[in-house]
Each structure stands twice: as structure tokens, then as C-alpha cells.
């Protein structure tokens, strides 16, 4: 049987939700959800870290380029080129500079649905249009729009894992094995168990 306790998900507080002060309101979104922080560290990761972590998946580089020129296109705008790698290829060099701009917090939370939760939770890419509610919803204004004027990268806060299979490569990226801790949380047993035996006294 699957062990729903154990999936696991990488999130990334961005340079910009430690400079706007949201860390402790970011992690409390995902903790009071009922998932469980498995590993965390502060770090300033370099530009290599970052260019790693975004081509971890090979695909990541034309899904997205089509993803971006596809958005442009919706919009009634003219993508800068219609190449999918080059797209990405810029938009790359922006993710590096933004992410290692300054300190990050690197977390890992563990529970049932964590990709999906967390994905939930975090909002849609877009600050925007994503939905009201999410953190990239509720603390940030940022838009395509904006930050394309500026040649920058959008500034939405936080970074989650789109897959089970993005999560495990990221985890590891990011995470050596003893860094995650292994223990049980006390309300585990009110979110998982068959039975609430031991409530009564
Ligand atoms: P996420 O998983 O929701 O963070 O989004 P992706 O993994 O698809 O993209 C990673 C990052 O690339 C995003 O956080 C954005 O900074 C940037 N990005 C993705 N899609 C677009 C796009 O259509 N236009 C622009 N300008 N940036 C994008
Ligand atoms: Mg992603």
C-alpha cells in the first residue's frame, strides 16, 4: 500500500519573501495544513546551484520556453522568439540572478499530497492571476507584464515542486540524507490513523 505519510516536497523561500519579511507567514501556511518540516536551511546559493536546480529535468528547458512563448501569444504579444530553448535561455539568466541575490530558506515538508498541497497552497506562477488566498495570491503584485518591461525575472515569493518526480530530484539536490529528520508528530495520529483510540481518558 502506498505510504501516504512519506511524500515528500522541496519549497524555496525566494530572495524576496525573506527581504519582505513573509518567512514566518510562508511557513506557517504550510504548517498549519498539517504537513510536516523535515529539513530546513538558510544559504545564499550561487549561480551554479541555481542553473542545476531549474535543469535537474531536461525537459524543464522546452516545456517551459513553450509554456512562455504559448503566455505571450494568449496575450495578443509577440514572443521575443519563437525558439522554446532560447526563451528559456534568457529567462534562465534572470532566474540566476534573482536566486542568488540573497539568502534563501530551503525546506522540506513531508505528508500526505505534499507535492499537490504545497502546489495548492503556493498559488500559480503568475503573482497576478494567481488565485486569492495563495501566498503568491495574497502578499505579492508582481505580473509577466512588469517584469518583462524591466528585464527581470517575476518576484513570486516562493519556489514548490510541480511533480512527485521533480520533488525527488530537487530534495536531493538541495538536501544531503542526514539533513531530514525522521520523527513523528504528535497530531500524525489525528490526521492518519484508522482509529482515535486514546482521546478518552
Ligand atoms: P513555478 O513552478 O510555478 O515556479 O513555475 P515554472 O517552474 O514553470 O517556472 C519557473 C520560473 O520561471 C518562474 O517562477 C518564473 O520566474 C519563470 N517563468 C515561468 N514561466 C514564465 C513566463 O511565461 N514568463 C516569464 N517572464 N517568466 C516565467
Ligand atoms: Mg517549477
Redesign the pocket.
Known amino acids: 500500500m502506498k505510504n501516504f505519510k512519506k511524500e515528500k516536497t522541496l519549497v524555496i523561500i525566494?530572495p524576496d519573501g525573506l527581504q519582505r519579511s513573509l518567512a514566518g507567514e510562508i511557513i506557517k501556511r504550510y504548517e498549519r495544513i498539517g504537513l510536516k518540516l523535515v529539513g530546513l536551511k538558510m544559504t545564499v546559493p550561487n549561480e551554479e546551484m541555481i542553473e542545476k536546480h531549474?535543469t535537474l529535468d531536461p525537459e524543464?528547458v522546452r516545456?517551459?520556453g513553450e509554456?512562455?512563448?504559448?503566455?505571450?501569444k494568449d496575450k495578443g504579444m509577440k514572443p521575443p522568439t519563437e525558439d522554446p530553448l532560447k526563451?528559456t535561455k534568457i529567462?534562465?539568466k534572470?532566474?540566476k540572478k534573482?536566486m542568488s541575490s540573497g539568502p534563501v530558506i530551503a525546506m522540506v515538508w513531508q505528508g500526505a499530497h505534499a507535492v499537490a498541497i504545497v502546489?495548492k497552497i503556493?498559488g500559480?506562477?503568475?503573482p497576478l492571476a494567481s488565485d486569492v488566498g495563495t501566498i503568491?495570491g495574497d502578499f505579492v503584485l508582481d505580473s509577466?507584464e512588469m517584469?518583462?518591461v524591466s528585464e527581470r525575472?517575476?518576484?513570486?515569493l516562493?519556489?514548490?515542486?510541480?511533480s512527485v518526480k521533480e520533488a525527488e530530484d530537487e530534495i536531493k539536490h538541495w538536501f544531503k540524507e542526514d539533513e531530514l529528520i525522521n520523527y513523528r508528530l504528535v497530531q500524525e495520529q489525528i490526521l492518519y490513523d484508522v482509529n482515535l483510540d486514546g482521546i478518552l481518558e
Do not use: F, M, P, Q
Open positions: 525566494k531549474y524543464w516545456i517551459t509554456k512562455t512563448i504559448k503566455g505571450y526563451i529567462l534562465l534572470r532566474l534573482y502546489r503556493t500559480g506562477t503568475e503568491r509577466y517584469s518583462d525575472c517575476i518576484r513570486n516562493v519556489h514548490a515542486s510541480g
